[in-house]
C-alpha cells in the first residue's frame, strides 16, 4: 500500500494526534432532513431485542425482526491511552448520549491485547468537576464495562474489535512473535465470557484489517486468514454460542490487492463454516484518498465505476443472499471534491433506509474521535461540535435505535421522576459566501431528566430563507422560523446534547436570539 496508507496505522498509535483542519464545505450537503432515516423509540417489541443472528444477507434480532447496525467507531482502547480517546475533555456519558441523539445505534469499540496485561493503566481521563467520575481507578476492562453498560441503557450495540496485538502498530496477521495466536483466542475467549448474558455486545471482530502475507483460502495455516477466523470463530462461540462472529477481508486474493481488510473476494468460494450457523457476518473497510490513493479513483467514468468495484471485493455477498455484509470502517476528511463524490456513492450503495429498511449493508462510520489524522472525525477539534457536514452525508442510512438494555443512574433513556424538562440552544454560523451561509445549532439537556422532544425558534432580523435542514425538520413563516427533532435525537439525555444544521440565504445575516422548549 501507499506511505499514506501505512501512516494510517501508524497515526493511530499516539496518545494525542495532532487535530487535522477540516475545511469547510460551502453550501454542500447531501443528505435531506434526518427523518428519512425512519428511526424509532426504543419500545419493548421494537427490533434489536436480545442476541441477533445472520438469516442470508440479513441480521435478525431474537425474535426474527430484522436489525441495521448503523453506527460509529470510537477508537483509543487500542491506543497507548488504554481507553477511548475523548476523555480528557468530555464525560463518556455525555458522548454516548450525543452519539445516541445524532442516530448512531451502534458502537465498534477497538481494542489490543495489551488491556488483558496486569500493569496496563488506562491515562488521559479528566476526573475534574465530576467528569468520568465512576471511572476512577478502574482498569481498561473495567472501564469497558462500564461503557457497555451504559451504552446498553441507552439503546446502542456494541461490536468489540480486536484492532491489534498492541498498542505499538497495526500487524498484518492475527499474531506475532510476542502475541501468539494462543494470546489472541484466550483474550477473545475471555471478552465472550465476560459479557456473556450481556446482549448489548452483539459480536465480536476477530482482527482488524489483516493484509499480505495473510491469504484466504490458500490453505497454509500460518497465513490462511480464513482457517485463523474460523478457529478463533468457534473458541468464541465455545463460550458464548450467542455473538455474531465478524470476519474481514484480506488485502489480496487472486492477485488482486485492494484495501487492508477490505477484499473478500475469497469468501465466496472459501466460507467461513463455524460450529453454530448463523454466526458469520463478513466485514469490509473502504476508504477515500484522504487515506489512499486507489486505481478506480482515476477511473474516468469514477464515481460511476464504483458499485462495480464493490460488487467485486465483497457487495456480491450481500447482492447473491449468501451473509451479512458490514462496512467496519470507511471514512474521509472530506477535504477533495473526489472524497465527497465516493462517499456520496458509496452511502447510496449501502442503501437507504427509507426505501430499504434493514435489508440493506451493515456499517460503522470512521470515527466519532477528531484525531484520526487521515480521516477526521464527527466531531470536530473541541470533541464537542459536531461536524454536520460530514454527518449529514450519513442521514440516509442511519437507522432505528434499539431497546434499553437496562436501566441505572444517568441512563439516556432514563426518567427523571416528573422533574422540569428544559434546554438550551446554541447557534453557529460554520460558513457564509455572501450569497448563503451554513449554521449549526445545538441543544443541550439543562434538566436533570431525559428530554422526549425539544423544538428551537428564532427570527432572523434579515431576510434570510432556510434552503435545507438536516438532523431537524422545520416550518419557517417570514423571519421566524421553528425547528423541531428529528425521529432519532428527540431523546436528549440529561446533560447531553443533539444538534442539527441548515444552509440558507442570502448571507450575511447575524446570530439570533433562540428559544428552546422541551418535553
Known amino acids: 500500500m501507499s506511505p499514506k496508507f501505512l501512516f494510517r496505522s501508524l497515526i493511530r498509535t499516539l496518545c494525542v494526534v495532532a487535530a487535522v483542519l477540516l475545511l469547510p464545505l460551502a453550501g454542500v450537503h447531501m443528505a435531506q432532513a434526518a427523518d428519512t432515516a425512519g428511526v424509532k423509540g426504543a419500545a419493548a417489541d421494537a427490533p434489536g431485542a436480545g442476541y441477533w443472528h445472520a438469516s442470508g444477507r440479513q441480521i435478525l434480532d431474537a425474535a426474527g425482526q430484522p436489525v441495521r447496525i448503523a453506527g460509529i467507531n470510537w477508537f483509543g482502547f487500542e491506543t497507548a491511552n488504554y481507553v477511548v480517546h475523548g476523555l480528557w475533555s468530555r464525560d463518556y456519558k455525555s458522548m454516548i448520549d450525543q452519539m445516541k441523539s445524532l442516530g448512531y445505534n451502534t458502537i465498534r469499540l477497538p481494542y489490543s491485547d495489551d488491556i488483558f496485561k496486569s500493569g496496563t493503566v488506562p491515562n488521559s481521563i479528566d476526573f475534574s468537576s ?31 474489535d480486536r484492532h491489534r496485538p498492541d498498542a505499538s502498530a497495526q500487524s498484518a496477521l492475527w499474531y506475532t512473535s510476542s502475541v501468539p495466536e494462543s494470546t489472541w483466542i484466550a483474550n477473545l475467549r475471555s471478552l465472550a465470557a465476560r459479557y456473556a448474558g450481556q446482549s448489548t455486545v452483539i459480536g465480536i471482530d476477530l482482527h482488524n484489517e489483516p493484509h499480505d502475507p495473510a491469504c484466504w483460502g490458500c490453505g497454509d495455516v500460518a497465513t490462511d486468514w480464513r482457517l485463523a477466523a474460523e478457529r478463533a470463530g468457534n473458541a468464541v462461540l465455545s463460550v458464548n454460542p450467542d455473538l455474531l462472529i465478524f470476519v ?49 479513483f482515476s477511473d474516468p467514468t469514477f464515481p460511476a465505476n464504483m458499485p462495480g468495484v464493490w460488487d467485486k471485493y465483497w457487495g456480491y ?161 417570514g423571519a421566524s422560523v421553528t425547528a423541531v427533532n428529528a425521529d432519532h435525537n428527540g431523546s436528549v439525555g440529561a446533560g447531553g446534547s443533539a444538534s442539527f444544521g441548515f444552509g440558507g440565504a442570502p448571507g450575511g445575516g447575524g446570530v439570533p436570539s433562540l428559544s428552546c422548549t422541551a418535553t
Open 130 to 160: 465530576g467528569k468520568n467520575a465512576d471511572l476512577q481507578g478502574l482498569n481498561s476492562l473495567q472501564i469497558m464495562d462500564k461503557l457497555v453498560a451504559y451504552a446498553g441503557q441507552d439503546g446502542l450495540k456494541v461490536i468489540l
Open 248 to 296: 474481514e477481508g484480506v488485502q489480496t486474493y487472486a492477485g488482486v490487492s485492494g484495501w487492508w481488510g477490505g477484499n473478500l473476494m475469497g469468501a465466496g468460494q472459501y466460507p467461513v463454516e463455524l460450529s453454530v450457523p448463523g454466526r458469520v457476518v463478513y466485514s469490509a473497510h473502504d476508504y477515500a484518498t484522504s487515506v489512499a490513493q486507489q486505481s478506480w
Open 317 to 477: 455477498l450481500f447482492q447473491q443472499n449468501i451473509a451479512p455484509v458490514w462496512v467496519g470502517e470507511f471514512g474521509t476528511t472530506l477535504q477533495s471534491t473526489v472524497d465527497q463524490k465516493w462517499l456520496t456513492a458509496l452511502v447510496s450503495y449501502l442503501r437507504p433506509t427509507s426505501t430499504y429498511g434493514a435489508d440493506s449493508f451493515q456499517w460503522t462510520f470512521w470515527s466519532w474521535n477528531p484525531d484520526s489524522g487521515d480521516t477526521g472525525g464527527i466531531l470536530k477539534d473541541d470533541w464537542l461540535t459536531v461536524d454536520t457536514v460530514k454527518d449529514g452525508y450519513l442521514a440516509s442510512i442511519k437507522a432505528a435505535g434499539f431497546p434499553s438494555t437496562g436501566t441505572g443512574t444517568g441512563g439516556g433513556g432514563g426518567g427523571g421522576g416528573g422533574s422540569t424538562a428544559a434546554c438550551t440552544a446554541t447557534y453557529t454560523v460554520t460558513s457564509d459566501w455572501g450569497s448563503g451561509f451554513n449554521a449549526d445549532v445545538t441543544v443541550t439537556n439543562t434538566g436533570a431528566s431525559a428530554l422526549k422532544s425539544w423544538q428551537v425558534k428564532w427570527t432572523w432580523t434579515g431576510s434570510q430563507q432556510i434552503t435545507n435542514m438536516w438532523n431537524a425538520t422545520y416550518t419557517q413563516s
